[in-house]
């Protein structure tokens, strides 16, 4: 893959905490085992039914299931590591993606305001989400998988220059 | 419109600042539940007809049956008024210097208050049935997207249009005569344009709505010719029933469209049997779009809609209110885009714009995708592209639909570059503009990887210094960094140049001036300052 990113040169991004790959496996793994179990009720009504082997489709649908998981599990890692944001004067920037990338750029003074969330999961590995809202549905700007004292630093931080910053509509 | 009222409780839809309260007009009830009322009435009416008609006496036959039914009828209708002649002793509204406040609800009390200052936009809607009392519906928009946040219905049409006027006077920051409070004049507008009935029919006729019917009256056919049985064409009916419910709708909103402008914004007035008066303050409009169906690029006719911030896509009748001018010619559709956008920003702005509407390659300063997408747009990449302007970016993209998006640099929320693995390998990539909820969904489709990586520097960059240049939410007031407070100050006590008709003309001018010379930088706070 020629792998130029579209971000723009020179910018430092942090990267979120690599505890957070752990976090995105967890849930991964879960809901792999729950479409395991449902693309493998065919099999277990076709085996019930008649005796011997079940037929080979009844097979071919938790395997193909199982393939797409395990691909998208090996891409978890690198999705994680792919995340970034970055503070500017102005604005806040924020990427994603490897095969699908995206930068957004957020400027701190169009921000409605910032939520702070943390699952059961996350919660375990100290680990919070921060999402910035602004007058626009279509600013899906969310930074997840960062350590708790970061993500209550971003919040204050973000809270704070959004203030200092603060534009209408 | 507000002449001699000067006593305490003459004017009673002024905002005042010992907060008065008051109630919608007492008729608002049937306005409302008519619909119901009608039913009941059918329902009833139809089985008493019918006894009638069967040549029995209706009231001596089966007199114990005619009885239960009356009694019943009577139980649902005195319910029915009395919940809405609780509710509307419950709604009360209140209208002050900053705020507006509605309290309602008999069991479950609901108080609502909203900053006037914050207002998006302005409707006074008439339904057919309030036309005949001569009422009206006032509803006031702040950026939420969802309900109305204030909707008064209904009130007599006359002081409708004094609130509303009372209303934007106070949102823009005017300074009152402090005697007369309730005196707040009507700001003085100027007619733009208006859409010839014969324009609607035609436009409804060449719409997208047609092409569906065509198609569909041709699968039809070939059904018929392929099965040997005409019983096929019936599969038309229901696409009947849509076309004809799709022309409706075009007709009955398009109908007597007539577009102003004001120092208080955009006026939009439409309707056939439900008629709409939209204003919408300078400003507060997010995005703006062009487009032009397939079939409307025989007559040059183009179609206008608008994000603004309160309006929604959901909503009852969202389509009809974002249409900031529903067919036009090129002519309207440059009137129309000065008044969205004073200032163009470029010394051109006739051929910048033509070349956004139907335009192809690098005219009017366009930047367009790479040669190298033919093969994936084969039509559309000479006419994919962008360029900026001083004030607004100005995106454009289809070549059977055409559509051209504007968004003022100030209102840009944020955006996203996007780029996927075939963009990759192609080396392009799309820039999307977020703004509020609307029809109008601002975006760069396929342009080289390295103009989009600089147009969305340059576009934030663009965006700030806007921001910072920002008019303010009080759009007759001078803007803070205009010069010293005392300054503003003067310029708020002006409240004359509004009411007299010395601000009509000039509106006018600057706005022509817009259209055909070119921009008048500042031309905004001209208003305010006097």
Redo the contacts between chains.
Sequence with gaps: ??S?P????GIGWTRVSPRYITVRLLGWAAGTLLALAVSSLPLFLLAGMLPGFPPVPAWLLPAAVLAVALWRGLLIPRQVRAIGYAERD??LLIRSGI?????????Y??MQYVDVSVGPVERAFGLASVKLH??????N?AIPGLPAAEAARLREQLSARGQA?L??? | MSTAEGGPAAGPLAPDAAGTWHRVHPVSPLVRGWLALAAIAYFFGRDWFETLFRGDQPWAASGGRIGWTAAAAAAVLLLLVGGYLLSWWFTRFQVTKDHVRVTSGVLFRQHRQARLDRV?AIDIVQPLLARIFALAELKFEV?D?GESAVRLAYLPLADAQRLRAAILAHAAGVELDPAHPEEAPEAPEHPVLEVPGGRVAGAAFLSGTTVFLLLVAGAAAALTAALDAPAAAAVLLPALFGVGAGYWSFFSTAYNFRAAISPDGIRLRYGLLETRAQTVPPG?V?AVSVSQPPLWRLKGWYRMRVNV?GYGVAGENAAARTTLLPVGTRADVMQMLALVLPDPGTEDPLAVFAAGLDGTGSAGGFQTSPPRMRWLSPLAWRRNGYAATATALLMRSGALWRELVVVPH????????????LA??LGV?DL?L????GPVDPRVLQID?AA??RL??EQ?AR??AA?RA?RP?RWLEAPPQAGPPDQALRAEEQPGERAGGGTAPRGAGRMEGGNSAGPEDGGTQDHGRG
Excluded: K, N, W, Y
């Excluded at chain 1, 579209?6 to 040169?9: K, L, R, S, Y």
């Excluded at chain 1, 602004?134 to 600013?139: D, E, I, L, V």
């Excluded at chain 2, 977020?434 to 909820?437: N, Q």
């Design positions: 893959m020629p130029e579209i971000d723009p040169p102005e604005d095969f699908f990338q995206r930068v957004m750029v957020v400027p003074g169009r602004t007058a626009s549905p279509a600013t700007a910053r534009a209408g509509l | 998006q950026a997207a507060r997010q911030a100030e209102r840009t929320q944020s955006m996203a570059l996007h780029q996927g693995p990759r390998r990539a999307r977020h703004t509020t909820v990887a989009a990586r969305f520097d934030a965006a700030a921001r920002g939410e």
